[in-house]
């Protein structure tokens, strides 16, 4: 079987990195194996992975460390593979820059549609619409690339792929598991804390005044709007 993207995997417990790697070995995958943070960095930055996997719990500090550094240089999909079920462990990993958030224990099946769906937000681009326009926003779909008033904005891969479906759908009162499932895929539906998660990073980035979002409007109860008095799609 042809390698396909090669995946970064950050586990200190050697039965599970086995396992992780066997598992994607056998969908066709390219694995190399950190077992700390300073040789989860070390290979990042001389291997350049399509995706990481990655443990919170390490022998030499919180996993979240790595996600800090990963995002201050690439878009790289990150998942969380860990034991952590608090609410608040979660939604600070992906308040941190992590793409996704998988529970110990888990199944093969499982791990392999979340890569799945990660690699589709990296990759979704819109071939027919090369850059979408509203306000002070451009959103370029080929390069990933975002800027507001000219200056380019730091996005992670899933930010992208939610201000993306924003933009697509200007002035739309769209409800939360709609939202959920377009952006992030079919089983995520339920996963409110995702949402809020990453619509209250997306503000920040791209609103004047964060707590009071221009583009970004909440429909208390139902969904969200993204108002766009002058939404245009180029297709130059």
């Known amino acids: 079987m042809k390698t396909k993207d090669l995946i970064l995997i950050v586990e200190d417990d050697p039965g599970i990195s086995k396992m992780l790697q066997f598992t994607l070995t056998q969908d066709g995958y ?3 194996i950190a077992e700390n943070l300073k040789s989860a960095y070390r290979l990042f930055q001389v291997n350049n992975p399509d995706i990481i996997l990655l443990d919170l719990g390490l022998p030499d500090g919180d996993g979240k460390t790595l996600i800090k550094n990963v995002r201050s240089q ?8 860990s034991a952590r079920h608090a609410e608040q462990e979660i939604v600070a990993a992906l308040d941190t820059g992590a793409d ?5 224990p888990f199944s093969g099946i499982e791990l392999s549609a979340r890569i799945r769906s990660a690699q589709r937000r990296l990759l979704g681009i819109i071939p027919s619409q090369q850059h979408i326009v509203c306000g ?7 390069t990933l690339i975002v ?3 000219e200056t380019i904005l730091k996005l992670t891969p899933t930010e992208f792929n939610l201000l993306k479906y924003f ?3 200007p002035n739309q009162v769209v409800t939360h598991s709609r939202i959920l499932k377009e952006v992030w895929g079919v089983g995520y539906q339920h996963e409110m804390h995702y949402l809020r ?23 208390m109860g139902v969904g969200y709007r993204f108002y766009c008095q002058n939404d245009s799609i180029s297709k130059e």
């Open 30 to 32: 390219g694995c190399v």
């Open 74 to 81: 690439a878009m790289t999909p990150i998942i969380v593979i």
């Open 100 to 104: 996704d958030y998988v529970l110990k």
């Open 136 to 142: 002070e926003l451009v959103l370029q779909i080929e």
């Open 147 to 149: 800027s507001k008033n």
């Open 167 to 169: 933009m697509l759908h």
């Open 197 to 219: 998660t990453f619509v209250n990073s997306l503000r920040k980035k791209i609103e004047n005044d964060p707590s009071r979002p221009q583009y970004i409007i909440t429909q």
